[in-house]
């Protein structure tokens, strides 16, 4: 996934996020991999954990700054997400809907990844081969909705997925090799998905390690003629 140009991930205390960045690592693809994550915890070497909050943008400016002074970013993933917690949980019905947990999902799952995508960008290389990705979700499909509920997070989602495809359109004009990309995880054996999991052996079910090796094998098949789309864990396209 790119020369020796550096690797942030964001959201490294979470499930899928703290499988990245050890898959990431691994692959020793890149320069220096940086961990970043609300409460980030000490990892070994050669991965350096710095704090962010995706909700606050002087947070999220301040880390930009710390990894920008290591050089360029040639991987940026937002790994961070809510589905539920205090106070927030999916809706069944329109009924149940509360503006003030839909805010919070929004705060996170949208205009976090917008806020990196605003502040990380500017230290991605103009030349060379980049990547610029998002966890997603396939209920953020519009076109492959056929369930309904779930109001808070598909709507936190799809306008995620417009965000990622109108950052696509705009960073052509400037970094032409630059990948933006959704992400699909599947369902992944984490906290988040715990209330709502299926069946063990259920297609598409994994476990963090696994899920970060397919987003990772994922990211490096992709080209720039892909950027602005949302694959799933098996390099499928999602429809908008």
Known sequence: MGGRNSAVIIGASGGVGRALVAAVAAGGAHGPVFALARSPESLLEPVRSLSIDVTDEASVAAAARSVGETGPVGLVIVASGILHGPGIAPEKAIRSLDPAAMAAVFAVNTLGPALVAKHFLPLMPRKGRSVFAALSARVGSIGDNRLGGWYSYRASKAALNQILRTLAVEAARTHPELIVAGLHPGTVRTALSQP???????????????SAAHLVRVLDGLHPRDSGQVFAWDGQPIPP
Do not use: K
């Open 196 to 210: 709502f999991r299926p069946e063990p052996g259920t297609p598409g079910l994994f476990s963090p390690e696994e």
